[in-house]
T-cell receptor
């Protein structure tokens, strides 16, 4: 079946602009995660959605970052007033909820100039 | 809180040689441990996971890892490296049984030379 998809695959934006990154999880997966992968920093957890519960936003680095998940499926990560330090690969993953196996998408490479 | 330390940002081996990628964790409760692999321009793929069953875990592509509680380690090994094993490898830990946000190490790039 189809895996996790993310769009766009690459995004170049100017400092100060807003960007939206999209994630389509595997059909039926109730849990959805966003991570940020920065050079030399590994993967950093950002936010987690599980079913209809309130999301776990504990990893969001600032209030410029927000995410929503509509209809329990597609998720959008929004970064407002982008800064150069936001440049990274943003990875989305989904899982069956209580299962520990997370399936990752290919990521969106964000470059802020 | 939990954390993961991967020793060595880069590891180089020759084709056919033993692969050993080191991972040490810190956790206040029994951990769940994972190894992921990331090929260039791709997402992460689960290699193997430890979830409190057998301490020696076998994964895909001939990789295995051993959970050693006394050493707080979960090192990844493969007896004989292939060129196709060249990738970045991430160790991760999770301690919450209700949901699983993973804490990742910084990754180790495996380089395989002919």
């Amino acid at each position: 079946g189809a895996g996790v998809s993310q769009s766009p695959s690459n995004k170049v934006t100017e400092k100060g602009k807003d960007v939206e990154l999209r994630c389509d999880p595997i059909s039926g997966h109730t849990a959805l995660y966003w991570y940020r992968q920065s050079l030399g920093q590994g993967l950093e957890f950002l936010i987690y959605f599980q079913g209809n519960s309130a999301p776990d936003k504990s990893g969001l680095p600032s209030d410029r970052f927000s995410a929503e998940r509509t209809g329990g499926s597609v998720s959008t990560l929004t970064i407002q007033r982008t800064q150069q330090e936001d440049s990274a690969v943003y990875l989305c993953a989904s899982s069956e909820g209580t299962s520990y196996e997370q399936y990752f998408g290919p990521g969106t490479r964000l470059t802020v100039t | 809180a939990q954390s993961v330390t991967q020793l060595g940002s880069h590891v180089s081996v020759s084709e056919g040689a033993l692969v050993l990628l080191r991972c040490n964790y810190s956790s206040s409760v029994p951990p769940y441990l994972f190894w992921y692999v990331q090929y260039p321009n791709q997402g992460l793929q689960l290699l193997l996971k430890y979830t409190s069953a057998a301490t020696l875990v076998k994964g895909i592509n001939g990789f295995e890892a051993e959970f050693k509680k006394s050493e707080t380690s979960f090192h990844l090994t493969k007896p004989s490296a292939h060129m196709s094993d060249a990738a970045e490898y991430f160790c991760a830990v999770s301690v919450d049984s209700g949901y699983s946000t993973l804490t990742f190490g910084k990754g180790t790039m495996l380089l395989v030379s002919p």
